[in-house]
């Protein structure tokens, strides 16, 4: 294996010294590494991703990870790493064929009544091939599937590979100027984390189940079935879901399909299932998207490919949404203060030059009219201004952006004059005024309260010391704390108590109503207060 890694090594250092990367390091690198500097036909952006092309799978998809750290990268070197196409020929079906009898430990024909040995589609990590089911009891014919296998050697290729890339990593953070900035061990070992993730099929089998019963019975999106009896860590076996590409344009409009329909479905999928269900899809490239356009003015989504899945603390999901809702306000001062109450911006940050650097970039993109301007943009922009605040932007927020992107790229090639604001803000205000409910302040108490219960009797001889003392600011903040939380706490049982007194009245009056032995306006008075009841609980 150390040899193979060196000689792995070596033929990635040829690459880089034919298409002069040594530029990528200045004047920093040693010549003896990268080669002397000279004039090439093609730029440096390009010369980059046809190395990565050239290297193989493995830096094929760590390009297309790199691609989204734009707050890292030089400009235009993001878009044209996002050119990189996960294009691999398929390998023997026969050799499909043996790897998951391996998996199975039987023979394919005692689990499949047919198997079609050319394979339907193929990626780096795995290929799918077309597959029936025996029938069961009650069944009139076996259910049709895919069958995803991952490739032969997977493992050992992309371990060798990822731990040639943690070297090369090593030796930017040595020579490059810019290696406290940039990273390069950090962001390898964030790639190592998603690349690992995608070699366990049953970890997208997972995925894929947990995305589908979120989006149960909706008309926006399906997802399939997995077959978990049928799956393993390197097979997955699920419905074989019809639809059209959706890169499929032509084939779209003879179907009739209302294209601004469909690209404001792709982003009210995507933001709810940001802030509604905190779990979204985070590979929607065109290649992972089907529609079904058997009902033109409503199209309905299937997703493909869950290897990739985000998402977001409490947090981040509070920071996103009230930053979004900033933003379109123009509410500059607000994005700052966000940072710094979040504690994601050391705490004396200058409110004041921090609003101004945001102004700085915000601006420009709110002199366009609402349906040019680019949530992904923002993010970008304002990731980039925070680091220079010294804010280390987080793993699972690249992810969000690079999503970001790729739906609002979508949703721009299938209708350019999108508004993506006027799709997203209800899904956000909805999302803040549930937030805000009783219902969800009860229910958050409710989960918190064993580990309140818990800490209490550990924390009140601390908490009394603190408060006698009285001179400490931490204490008065203390103070002021409990007083918010009781505050929450009366206001979450008054609340649940004029629930309980609503729903009582409510239902009475609706018996009374039905089964009068009472006049009827008795009952309909009763279920009246009752609603009224409900009202004053959602007021606290």
């Not at 879901?241 to 959706?246: A, C, S």
Request: proline fraction near 6%; include cysteine.
């Amino acid at each position: 294996m150390m040899f193979d890694r060196s000689r792995r090594m070596l033929e990635i250092i040829r690459t880089a010294r034919r298409y002069g990367l040594g530029e990528l390091a200045g004047d920093t690198a040693p010549t003896w590494l990268l080669g002397k500097p000279r004039d090439f036909d093609e730029p440096l952006n390009v010369r980059l991703r046809l190395a990565l092309e050239e290297l193989g799978p493995v830096f094929v998809k760590f390009g297309q990870t790199l691609s989204t750290r734009r707050d890292l990268l030089p400009d235009g070197m993001a878009e044209e790493l996002a050119k990189l196409q996960d294009e691999v020929p398929p390998f023997e079906g026969a050799e499909a064929r043996r790897l998951i009898e391996s998996a199975y430990g039987h023979s394919l024909d005692r689990f499949f009544e047919y198997f079609e040995t050319e394979p339907m589609a193929a990626a780096s990590i795995a290929q799918v091939h077309r597959a029936r089911l025996h029938a069961r009891e009650g069944e009139a014919e076996g259910r049709s599937v895919v069958v995803k296998v991952l490739r032969p050697d997977v493992h050992e290729r992309i371990e060798r590979d990822v731990a040639v890339l943690y070297r090369l990593a090593g030796l930017a953070a040595r020579f490059h100027p810019e290696a406290k900035r940039l990273r390069p061990v950090e962001i390898v070992a964030e790639y190592d984390r998603i690349i690992t993730d995608e070699l366990d099929l049953m970890r997208e089998g997972a995925n894929a189940s947990q995305l589908g019963r979120n989006w149960a019975g909706s008309d926006l999106i399906v997802h399939p079935e997995i077959h978990f009896d049928y799956s393993t860590e390197s097979v997955l076996v699920m419905e074989h879901m019809h639809g059209v590409p959706i890169d499929d344009v032509d084939t779209l409009k003879a179907a009739g399909v209302d294209f601004k329909v469909l690209a404001e479905r792709g982003v009210e999928i995507f933001f709810k299932q940001v802030f509604r269900d905190n779990f979204f899809h985070a590979d929607m490239h065109p290649g992972n998207i089907l529609v079904q356009p058997e009902v033109p003015h409503r199209p309905r989504y299937v997703g493909l490919d869950f290897g990739i899945v985000g998402s977001l603390t409490a947090d981040d999901q509070r920071y996103l949404a009230e930053n979004f809702l900033a933003f379109f306000n123009q509410d500059y001062r607000k994005i700052a203060e966000l940072h710094v109450e979040s504690g994601w911006m050391p705490a004396d940050t200058s409110i004041e030059e921090f609003e101004g650097a945001i102004r700085t970039v915000s601006e420009p993109i709110m002199n366009k009219p609402l349906a040019e301007i680019s949530f992904g943009l923002f993010l970008v922009r304002l990731f980039k201004i925070a680091r220079r605040y010294r804010y280390q932007v987080q793993p699972q927020l690249v992810l969000l952006q690079k999503t970001v992107l790729n739906v609002e790229g979508l949703g721009r090639d299938l209708y350019p004059q999108l508004d993506l604001w006027a799709t997203a803000k209800p899904v956000l205000e909805q999302w803040m005024r549930n937030r805000a409910s009783p219902r969800v302040a009860g229910e958050r108490l409710k989960n918190q309260l064993p580990q309140i219960m818990d800490s209490l009797p550990r924390m009140l001889p601390t908490l009394m010391k603190r408060l006698d003392e009285g001179t400490n600011p931490a204490a008065r903040e203390l103070e002021r704390a409990l007083t918010d939380i009781t505050q929450e706490l009366r206001s979450a049982r008054r609340a649940m108590r004029w629930t309980v007194v609503g729903t009582g009245l409510v239902v009475s009056g609706v018996l009374l109503v039905i089964y009068p032995p009472a006049p009827v306006w008795v009952g309909i008075v009763g279920a009246l207060a009752g609603f009224g009841c409900w009202v004053q609980a959602s007021r606290g």
